[in-house]
C-alpha cells in the first residue's frame, strides 16, 4: 500500500454545506498507480460521473492529495454502500478507495486486505469541509423543496392543538415536506399524521444523526420520505438538552423562513429561540 495514503489530505465542496453521515470516495485517476497523462485521467474521470449520473448515486466533487497538493487526484465522494464504492475502484483499477463513516475516514484497499483508519474528516479536510454547517442521512434533494418549519410549545391550548392537526393534513394532501424536531407533545401527533401519509419529512434532532432510526420514522424512511439533519457534532450530545434543544431550533428557524408556530407560551425557550432567531442576520445559504 501507497505509504502516501496515511498523509492524504481532501478538498471538497459539500452539498448545501453538508457532510453525509457514510460516503465513499472513489478516484479515476492514475490507474494502477502509474501516472497517466491529464487528458486520460479527464477522460477516466468524465466516464466515472456518467456512471454515478446513470445510478442516480448522489455525488459531490473531492479532491485528495498530499498535505502541501503538490500531488492531487480529482474525484468523486459517493453516497453509495462501501460495496459499490469498492466496486467503482475495481473498475476504475485503484488501489484503494476512501471510506468514511460517522467523521472516521477509513482506507480500503480494493484488494482483500484490511481497512485501516487514516484519521478523522475533520482534520483530513481543508477549508470550510472541515466545518461542515450540519451532518445528514437521507436525500439531501429535500432540502430543495419549500419546506416549513414546524413548532409547538410543550403546553398548547386545544383549539391551537386541533388547527395544528388540520395544518398537518394539509401538508399530506399537498405532498409538501415539513422540517422540525418532533419533540414536543403536539410536534409528536403531527408527526404521526405526516408519517401516516405522502408528506415529506425533515427531521432535526436536538442531539447527534441517531445511530439507530426510531421505529415512528422507519416507514417513512424505507420511503425515501426522510432526510435527518444534525448540527452537531458526531458523538456529542448524546441525548437532547435544553441547550441543545435552542440549538436546533435556532438552526431550523434561520435555515427556513416558511413557518408555522402551532404555540409559543410566552416566556418559554422556544419564544426565545423564535426571538433570537428573527433578530439575527440569515446565516444558512440552502434554500
Known amino acids: 500500500m501507497n505509504p502516501a495514503y496515511a498523509h492524504v489530505r481532501f478538498r471538497a465542496e459539500l452539498p448545501k454545506g453538508g457532510l453525509p453521515e457514510r460516503f465513499g470516495i472513489v478516484t479515476a485517476w492514475n490507474p494502477d498507480c502509474i501516472p497517466t497523462d491529464t487528458a486520460s485521467n479527464q477522460t477516466a474521470k468524465a466516464h466515472l460521473e456518467a456512471i454515478l449520473l446513470a445510478e442516480a448515486l448522489p455525488h459531490f466533487p473531492v479532491i485528495g492529495g498530499s498535505p502541501d497538493f503538490t500531488h492531487a487526484e480529482p474525484g468523486f465522494a459517493i453516497i453509495a454502500d462501501q460495496a459499490r464504492i469498492l466496486a467503482l475502484g475495481r473498475e476504475f483499477r485503484q ?4 471510506w468514511i463513516d460517522r ?18 474528516w475533520n482534520e483530513l479536510a481543508t477549508g470550510a469541509a472541515a466545518h461542515p454547517l450540519f451532518h445528514f442521512r437521507g436525500p439531501l434533494s429535500l432540502l430543495d423543496t419549500s419546506a416549513t418549519a414546524f413548532f409547538s410549545s410543550t403546553q398548547c391550548p386545544g383549539d391551537a392543538i386541533l388547527t395544528a392537526y388540520a395544518w398537518a ?115 444558512f445559504s440552502a434554500p
Request: aromatic letters at 6%; a neutral charge; proline letters at 8%.
Open 103 to 120: 467523521g472516521t475516514v477509513h482506507l480500503v484497499p480494493c484488494s482483500d486486505a484490511p481497512p485501516q483508519v487514516v484519521g478523522s
Open 169 to 283: 393534513r394539509c401538508q399530506c394532501d399537498e405532498h409538501t415536506a415539513v422540517i422540525s424536531g418532533f419533540h414536543t407533545p403536539v410536534e409528536h401527533d403531527v408527526l404521526a399524521i405526516l408519517a401516516r401519509r405522502d408528506a415529506h419529512i425533515i427531521w432535526v434532532p436536538a442531539r447527534d444523526l441517531p445511530k439507530k432510526i426510531p421505529a415512528e420514522f422507519t416507514a417513512v424512511a424505507e420511503e425515501e420520505r426522510l432526510l435527518i439533519l444534525s448540527p452537531f457534532d458526531y458523538g456529542r450530545p448524546v441525548r437532547a438538552t435544553r441547550e441543545s434543544c435552542s440549538k436546533r431550533n435556532q438552526f431550523i428557524l434561520r435555515m427556513k423562513q416558511n413557518r408555522y408556530i402551532a404555540h409559543s407560551s410566552p416566556g418559554t425557550a422556544l419564544a426565545a429561540d423564535i426571538r433570537l432567531a428573527d433578530q439575527a442576520l440569515p446565516s
Open 95 to 98: 488501489e484503494s478507495v476512501f
